[in-house]
């Protein structure tokens, strides 16, 4: 049986795996640090393979600064963590598929990697501004230790995470926002499905270097918009000519050829202008003839060409003044228009004379109206506060900056999936969960949301209302925002799901083992009576086994006895894991009778290598195509 690693997936090593698909003569052998084979590049080979595409030299269009090579080291290095469930602090734990999750979001977006790898439609953050003031994360974003150590502004309490707080004094002020942002981004594109689309708040300070690496890790061709959004407030500094009282929102597809980002739902008044009908339905005509710009025959001599009229007439595109014009189509795109009943004719007064014109239907069925790139008709960060307190009226306490819920609601309208589920690693005050669940009870939508906030501590005035650190709040708004929601819809139709499954980010569940078998004395012979840390329960070994297997951690499962060890069915036999010491061959048996299409263990619950061997023949006898693994 093979022992699961129990760490995030190896960026690096499924890059190496990417080009030995493709290139597999530049595929040579190295040695890790422990000495140990495995995979490596021939560079100089692939460079040999990509002669004509490889630029020499420092000259090349890219965007650049201090810490950039290893920030992007840092998006593909493995971690040994892990996601802890906290029942306690979830509500609806066994039937909800939303997710709220406490850490760093750049170890948590590794840990996703596999479970949600392009499964999510919509990404929304709202990461710090860079005004000077922000809080940033504990990343590492220099070159040296020591230069690290300078730059350190704070520790938590337990002196376990080195916090970084950002100001504007720092020298590599803005080089440090790029290496936070930027392997957040390479991690989160690899969440995205083919339609789906990321949406990104900034203020002016970082919006130039936010859309150069958007370019670089997106690709500049899957550049949706950048969107303009009046605050209603002062942002930034006041000791300027001109104040800013708007901030901005880059749109990215994963790509932009398969994207689903529409417009917005059509309201009645909208659809006054589908003023026509059919057998198929309303409609509204434009002419087949160009209009606007390059509507010359010159311009596309292919689009010039006689159409047959009802009365068999030829018809001609001709312009107002009696210019040779041009169709919108070629004649194959006109005969498909005509296939599909989107070709209209009729007849109208031209300077005296009734002529034939000809033109396109548009159907109202599914029309969406366009999106403006200014947003102005939404309300600013004032409604946004007045909503937040709200919420927390009771606890008269207030949140920094939050977005304004309608804001997000927009958001996900553009997305156009009712089953999305909507990502926003950077929750704050969890204004996107409120959004989510909003939205579905307007629409009767199913989307499901996943929120990653960093535990930041609160002042000491929240704090003193029961409100330890950020995610303590964010939790309790979306609890109150869920009972609103029920108790002002109450003829929602089965109810929409208003809970979530919380999860803290943790170090692994497996002890380290750092020593050589003459290293060890006797007090340290425990550790190798369980390879499983003395703390951890069922619960966090089958959350932690869903991670590296990729599986979804909202989906139902049900713990049971048979003899007397505990057996958990997670998603109706996706994965069955027991974890008990000393498993005997029946329970094995009637794991390996259900026909799981994975099964888990503890190492430690097999006496030896024949027992592993036994448990190994069971399932080829009984469940052939079941994948073992040990923890």
């Not at 840990?111 to 990343?139: A, C, H, R, W």
């Not at 599986?551 to 036999?573: A, F, Q, R, W």
């Amino acid at each position: 049986m093979d022992k699961m690693k129990m760490e995030s997936v190896d960026m690096t090593a499924q890059n190496i795996e990417k080009i030995a698909a493709l290139f597999p003569n530049c595929i040579t052998e190295g040695t890790d640090k422990n000495g140990n084979l495995k995979k490596a590049i021939n560079f100089e080979l692939l460079r040999q393979t990509l002669s004509e595409d490889v630029i020499e030299g420092d000259e090349a269009y890219e965007f650049t600064w201090v810490g950039k090579k290893s920030s992007n080291v840092e998006a593909n290095k493995s971690i040994r963590k892990t996601l802890r469930p906290c029942k306690e602090e979830s509500v609806n734990w066994d039937k909800t598929q939303n997710l709220y999750i406490e850490g760093d979001n750049l170890e948590v977006l590794k840990l996703l990697q596999e479970s949600y790898l392009g499964k999510v439609k919509l990404i929304y953050i709202d990461p710090p501004y860079n005004t000077g003031n922000d809080f940033i994360y504990k990343d590492d974003f220099t070159l040296s230790n020591s230069e690290y150590e300078e730059q350190i502004g704070l520790y938590d309490e337990e002196s376990i995470n080195r916090l970084f707080k950002n100001t504007d004094s720092n020298g590599r002020f803005h080089s440090d926002w790029c290496s936070m942002i930027y392997p957040r981004l390479v991690l989160a594109r690899n969440l995205l499905n083919d339609e789906g689309a990321i949406f990104i708040s900034i203020g002016e300070g970082e919006l130039f270097s936010l859309k150069q690496i958007c370019d670089e890790v997106f690709g500049n061709r899957n550049y949706i918009s950048l969107i303009t959004r009046p605050t209603g407030t002062h942002t930034g500094v006041t000791n300027r000519a001109i104040v800013g009282e708007s901030d901005y929102i880059l749109v990215y597809a994963k790509d932009i050829t398969k994207a689903t980002i529409d417009g917005l739902p059509m309201s009645e008044a909208d659809a006054k202008i589908y003023d026509m009908e059919d057998e198929y339905g309303r409609f509204l005509i434009r002419p087949l003839r160009r209009t606007g710009g390059e509507n010359r025959r010159e311009d596309r001599p292919n689009m010039y060409f006689g159409i047959e009229a009802p009365d068999g007439s030829l018809v001609y595109p001709i312009g107002p003044s009696g210019y040779e014009s041009r169709w919108i189509c070629n004649p194959s795109g006109y005969e498909y228009f005509k296939k599909a009943n989107r070709i209209f004719w009729k007849k109208i007064e031209i300077d005296g004379e009734i002529k034939w014109q000809v033109y396109q239907k548009f159907y109202f069925e599914n029309k969406r109206k366009a999106v403006s790139n200014l947003w102005n008709d939404l309300e600013g960060n004032k409604k946004a506060t007045r909503d937040f307190r709200a919420l927390f009226q009771e606890d008269d306490i207030d949140f920094d900056f939050p977005k304004p819920v309608q804001l997000i609601q927009r958001m996900i309208e553009i997305a156009n999936d009712p089953d999305a589920i909507v990502l926003d690693f950077f929750s704050g005050s969890a204004t996107t969960a409120q959004a989510v669940m909003t939205q579905n009870s307007i629409d009767d939508g199913n989307r499901h949301f996943i929120m990653v906030q960093l535990d930041e501590k609160c002042d000491d005035a929240t704090a003193a209302k029961g409100y330890k650190n950020i995610c303590e709040i964010g939790k309790e708004r979306i609890r109150r925002a869920g009972v609103a929601l029920k108790e002002n819809n109450h003829s929602l139709s089965g109810g929409i799901d208003i809970g979530f499954r919380v999860f803290k980010l943790d170090d692994s569940n497996m002890n380290d083992v750092y020593y050589s078998a003459g290293d060890y004395t006797q007090g340290m012979l425990s550790m190798l009576e369980s390879n499983v840390k003395a703390d951890r329960t069922d619960l966090d070994l089958l959350f932690g086994c869903l991670l590296e297997w990729g599986l979804s951690l909202s989906m139902p499962y049900i713990s049971e006895k048979v003899e007397g060890c505990t057996v958990h069915t997670y998603n109706d036999g996706d994965l069955i894991a027991c974890f008990d010491e000393n498993i005997p061959d029946s329970v094995i048996k009637e794991i390996a009778k259900r026909q799981p299409l994975r099964a888990v263990f503890r190492d430690s619950s097999f006496n030896g290598s024949p027992a592993k061997i036994n448990v190994g023949e069971i399932f080829k006898m009984l469940a052939p195509d079941t994948r073992v693994k040990v923890i």
